[in-house]
């Protein structure tokens, strides 16, 4: 049997980020190693009891869980309540704090990885705030440098923000840490825009229930979405889901689904005003400079979806 290609998950746990957690638990080509955990959608300790949770809900394997910075680099951080809950997981009451994470600080022990291991063997992919993979950059860099890719749900892609008219959230949230990465030299490097979990890629009523009656770890991960389904009703007139996590895990595991994935030179706006936090993408190469980021803008939404219904066990 071929062996699981191994991945460390960075993650900022809220509702969208446990569904991709628990996408990633289900493929057997692949090796959770280990889990870290940034604030972002939540403080540290709400973002790892959430992950701590999924492991339990989705009872396949139990990758060490380890916590990372709680704050950002530069800016103070600001939640997302409004889109996934105080709590991150709807304020249902979902949340099992008991559950403890390992010891050590989750930059350390993913550079501890990475270190030990052959280059080229260990995708990270990072579902929230950039801070956990900026800081291990500016530790070690050339440690980092032996990720095979490191694929970030961030950016506005090619379209809008979601939280100014160029920014999205995660990017936003510590534009600082993006700039450490971008300019860090590791190659390749894959942003997975908030525009590729749009139109055709959203989850609509009839796949939403036939998710949350298809699996345990399918209506956990439905349930825990009820606030982000509220402001979408508002948002678009109607029951649906952008996932813009699972999007991101299905690009980083399964790029066959990917429709739109071209490198660009990148740069991220850190300076104050109505564009902090928003990423550029020279789409028509104006700058001359060397394209250092792939921007992921759409996937094929048949595909895409097909691999959420089978790894949350409900096909």
Request: glycine share 6%; charged share 25%.
């Given at each position: 049997m071929k062996e699981r290609k191994k991945i460390i998950i960075d993650t900022?746990?809220?509702?969208?980020?446990?569904?991709?957690?628990?996408?990633?638990?289900?493929?057997?080509?692949?090796?959770?190693?280990?889990?870290?955990?940034?604030?972002?959608?939540v403080r540290l300790k709400q973002a790892?009891?959430?992950?701590?949770?999924?492991?339990?809900?989705?009872?396949?394997?139990?990758?060490?869980?380890?916590?990372?910075?709680?704050?950002?680099?530069?800016?103070?951080?600001?939640?997302?309540?409004?889109?996934?809950?105080?709590?991150?997981?709807?304020?249902?009451?979902?949340?099992?704090?008991?559950?403890?994470?390992?010891?050590?600080?989750a930059v350390l022990k993913m550079l501890e990885a990475l270190r030990d291991a052959p280059a080229d063997t260990i995708d990270v992919i990072a579902l929230g705030p950039l801070t956990n993979l900026a800081l291990a950059i500016k530790l070690e860099p050339e440690t980092m440098k032996k990720v095979d890719k490191i694929v970030i749900m961030g950016t506005a892609g090619l379209g809008i923000g979601n939280v100014?008219?160029?920014?999205?959230f995660n990017i936003w949230q510590d534009p600082e840490a993006c700039k450490i990465v971008l300019d860090s030299g590791i190659d390749p490097v894959y942003f997975v825009g908030w525009d590729a979990c749009l139109g055709d890629a959203m989850l609509n009523a009839r796949e939403i229930e036939e998710i949350r009656n298809g699996s345990e770890i399918g209506k956990f991960c439905i349930d825990s979405n009820i606030v982000l389904m509220d402001m979408n009703r508002d948002r678009f007139g109607e029951n649906c889901l952008d996932m813009a996590d699972p999007a991101a895990m299905a690009a980083a595991l399964y790029p066959e689904c990917?429709?739109?994935?071209?490198?660009?030179?990148?740069q991220v706006e850190t300076n104050s005003g109505l564009s902090y936090g928003g990423v550029l993408v020279d789409f028509y190469h104006f700058s001359g400079?060397?394209?250092?980021?792939?921007?992921?803008?759409?996937?094929?939404?048949?595909?895409?979806?097909?691999?959420?219904?089978?790894n949350l066990k409900v096909r």
């Open positions: 900022d746990c809220g509702s969208d980020d446990a569904m991709a957690i628990a996408m990633a638990l289900n493929d057997e080509r692949y090796e959770v190693i280990m889990i870290t955990t940034v604030s972002g959608n790892t009891a959430n992950t701590l949770t999924t492991l339990k809900v989705n009872n396949s394997y139990y990758p060490p869980v380890y916590e990372g910075c709680n704050d950002m680099l530069v800016r103070d951080w600001v939640g997302a309540a409004e889109t996934h809950g105080n709590d991150g997981m709807g304020d249902l009451d979902l949340v099992d704090y008991s559950l403890k994470p390992q010891e050590g600080h100014s008219p160029v920014a999205e990917i429709d739109k994935c071209e490198k660009y030179f990148c400079k060397q394209e250092n980021a792939y921007i992921c803008s759409k996937l094929k939404a048949d595909m895409y979806k097909d691999y959420i219904f089978r």
